[in-house]
């Protein structure tokens, strides 16, 4: 089993769609999560931590649940410019710096 | 965004000829990375550095050798790569304080072997 999990997409969306995307990690000791973003030949960035409560950043929700070890980003009101690869991160109990990536899903959003 | 450089951008090189990536961080963190991106395969973490000392090393090849002379500057020596290790290199960095360890990256290094 993959340690992070995603849906590899594309999903294909029109302007002004909501989108969720969803996640799962296989160490249940994990103890910080990320959601990132990367644009095609580009770096990741870091688009938001995600906290035990869940939290909002205008448009985008991130959702944790560790019972089920799930995470998961919202994107309301999609931006042809939110176009790019979501990449869930894990950082890993006992390496406290050792972040493991998805693979990522890749949004599309047209016109 | 200047906050994690890195040269070069592009590179080619033969499997015989020996090179180095450089990155340089701004942010005043203290832990410094290398990744791996292949084509069509999640980012791969090769070396983690912590206040210049290596903490973790991913079962990567000899042939890559990294190098930390202080927190702010990691390199990545190339030698007698293979053509399976054309990928991006990307560095990051991040603060070694606070629980969430949130990492900040460099452009990265677009590495061809022939």
Not at chain 1, 25 to 50: G, H, I, T
Not at chain 2, 30 to 46: F, G, I, R, V
Not at chain 2, 55 to 70: A, I, L
Request: with cysteine; net charge positive; glycine share 6%.
């Amino acid at each position: 089993r993959k340690e992070v999990e995603q849906d590899p997409g594309p999903f294909n969306v029109p302007e002004g769609a909501t989108v969720a995307f969803n996640c799962t990690y296989s160490n249940s000791a994990s103890q910080s999560f990320f959601w990132y973003r990367q644009d095609c030949r580009k770096e990741p960035k870091l688009l938001m931590s995600v906290y035990s409560s869940g939290n909002e950043d205008g448009r985008f929700t991130a959702q944790l649940n560790r019972a089920s070890q799930y995470i998961s980003l919202l994107i309301r009101d999609s931006k042809l410019s939110d176009s790019a690869t979501y990449l869930c991160v894990v950082n890993l109990s006992g390496g406290y710096n050792k972040l493991i990536f998805g693979a990522g899903t890749r949004l599309a959003v047209h016109p | 965004e200047t906050g994690v450089t890195q040269t070069p951008r592009h590179l080619v090189m033969g499997m015989t000829n020996k090179k180095s990536l450089k990155c340089e961080q701004h942010l005043g963190h203290n832990a410094m990375y290398w990744y791996k991106q292949s084509a069509k395969k999640p980012l791969e973490l090769m070396f983690v550095y912590n206040f210049k000392e290596q903490t973790e090393n991913n079962s990567v090849p000899s042939r890559f050798s990294p190098e930390c002379p202080n927190s702010s500057h990691l390199f990545l020596h190339l030698h007698t790569l293979q053509p399976e290790d054309s990928a991006l290199y990307l560095c990051a960095s991040s603060p070694l304080f606070g629980q969430l360890y949130e990492q900040y990256f460099g452009p990265g290094t677009r590495l061809t072997v022939t």
